[in-house]
């Protein structure tokens, strides 16, 4: 009987001390769980209507939630009455010792987010960065992946891609054509720039804004040089650029506007 009050003895005590600190530790975490998921909803909308990019929107709500979780969990340790100065310190070791082991995942990492919040491309658009041309296919937190024109996957990590300089050929959903047309010095200016003219206003697809110039650039050692600029919108840059010049060597051949070439002359010796 002694043993068995001492017993009950003890845990009515126990009861009394710590009772209200585990009632209130777990009265913290139930609060705490359920705020945490009014602020991520919250945190989901407020990315929505700012049109951040999907991969960013669950990365940076799911490092919101383990923060804001991890802040709970010390909390409510300190509540129920565990010295949480040594928790934070291991916590803060720990992150120190991954973070060495990782600096270049991490370098990776930091790239991915500063391209996802300043978007220099997207999904779709073509670019050259890293030595490398070809459009977008994914971007993704560590690595944003290429597809060439010769239909070649490439993966850039982002850490290297977001410092490097980042070339964006479609980002103002238009680009423009430059073609170099060198004729023969004995060509008629004037025509000549017409005949070009007339070459660019055959195609379709070519934009009337920015205006499309034909203008005298060089004199050449073997030809005067023309330019030839014009927009065209995105998809239509290179069917169109390729059209033009075929439409071009046709019209000069119809206008009897030369194209200089080297000619090789073949000369005969006599015996």
């Known amino acids: 009987m002694d043993t068995a009050t001492k017993i009950w003895n ?3 005590e126990a009861l009394m001390d710590y009772g209200p ?3 209130t530790a777990i009265v913290l975490l139930i ?5 945490i998921k009014l602020l991520m909803k919250g945190l989901r909308k407020a990315l929505s209507k700012r049109d951040f990019d999907d991969t960013l929107q669950k990365f940076l709500v799911n490092l919101c939630n383990w ?3 991890i802040m709970l969990f010390i ?3 300190s509540q129920l009455g565990i010295e949480s100065t040594s928790f934070v310190a291991v916590l803060g070791a720990a992150g120190l010792a991954v973070g060495l082991a990782l600096q270049g995942s991490l370098s990776n990492f930091a790239g991915g ?4 919040l300043f978007r220099p491309f997207r999904v779709g658009d073509v670019i050259q960065a890293q030595g490398e041309i070809g459009s977008v296919k994914q971007i993704e937190i560590f690595t944003t992946k290429l597809l060439t024109p010769q ?3 490439v993966i850039l990590p982002n850490g290297a891609l977001s410092n490097g300089t980042i070339t964006n050929f479609t980002a103002e959903g238009f680009q423009k054509i430059f073609l170099t047309i060198g004729v023969a010095y004995d060509s ?3 025509h000549t720039k017409e005949v070009l003219l007339g070459a660019i206003k055959k195609q379709e697809s070519v934009m009337e804004e920015p205006v499309p110039v034909v203008e005298l650039i060089n004199l050449g050692d073997s030809s005067i040089d023309f330019t030839v600029r014009c927009a065209v919108k995105n998809e239509d840059f290179w069917p169109i650029q390729w059209a033009l010049m075929a439409t071009i060597k046709e019209d000069l051949d119809a206008a009897g506007i030369e194209i200089p070439y080297p000619h090789q002359v073949e000369i005969q010796k006599q015996g």
């Open 21 to 23: 600190r585990i009632l």
């Open 31 to 35: 609060v705490g769980l359920w705020v």
């Open 113 to 116: 987010v500063l391209i996802m």
């Open 188 to 190: 008629d200016i004037k």
């Open 151 to 153: 239909n070649r996957l």
């Open 67 to 69: 923060a804001l979780k």
């Open 10 to 12: 003890w845990i009515k």
């Open 75 to 77: 909390a409510v340790l």
